[in-house]
């Protein structure tokens, strides 16, 4: 089955700092990959996504490569602000014809200034 | 442009007492799905439909029936509410990249 897996937060970073948010997966088939963001008390947005091997996903200054290799989509940002903070989810659909997101349990981001 | 609407934002019910949780969507997408958001469990598909008259089951679709009567409507239904069916809602529409529903809270006492 189709599995995603995140780092486990929270993570607390300083307004400025390098963002990394690390997500590998397991998937029958070939994936197409994405990352959620969900600000406090709203639903989920997409943030960026990517459909095959060596895409880069980008939106906002954060960015994620697919690394069919290591089955991973790590998220980065260069410089994260305080209006970053959010929980982020990495997920992915896999399987012919299949809409089915399989989401990470999420990792929550709190920028300080 | 609303997206993806649903109602209602909050809700408590009592043990046994049934309810529907609406959404609706106005971007003519055939596919729409609900999930549930648990802490720590991140997001659960509970169940999905690839157009209108057709529904199929996710992860976790005990309790909960849907109906799917037109592209733009998707209600889920609690059949007889338990505390364990105390979560965040969120639906779901769109096509690889799908835009989600600002959420419904419900709390089962």
């Known amino acids: 089955g189709n599995s995603v897996t995140q780092m486990e937060g929270p993570v607390t970073l300083s307004e400025e700092a390098f963002l990394t948010i690390n997500c590998t997966y397991t998937a029958t088939g070939y994936p197409s990959l994405f990352w959620y963001v969900q600000y406090p008390g709203e639903g989920l947005q997409l943030l960026l996504k990517a459909t095959k091997a060596d895409d880069k996903g980008s939106n906002k200054g954060f960015e994620a490569t697919y690394r069919k290799e290591t089955t991973s989509f790590h998220l980065e940002k260069g410089s994260v602000q305080v209006s970053d903070s959010a929980v982020y989810f990495c997920a992915l659909i896999s399987g012919a014809g299949s809409y089915q997101l399989t989401f990470g349990k999420g990792t929550k981001l709190s920028v300080i200034p | 442009n609303a997206g993806v609407t649903q109602t209602p934002k909050f809700q408590v019910l009592k043990t046994g007492q049934s309810m529907t949780l609406q959404c609706a969507q106005d971007?003519?997408?055939?596919?729409m799905s609900w999930y549930r958001q648990d802490p720590g469990m991140g997001l659960r598909l509970i169940h999905y439909s690839v157009g209108a008259g057709i529904t199929d089951q996710g992860e976790v679709p005990n309790g909960y029936n849907v109906s799917r009567s037109t592209t733009e409507d998707f209600p889920l239904r609690l059949l007889s509410a338990a505390p364990s069916q105390t979560s965040v809602y969120f639906c779901a529409g769109g096509n690889y990249g799908y835009t989600f529903g600002s959420g419904t809270r419900l709390t089962v006492v």
């Open positions: 971007m003519n997408h055939e596919y």
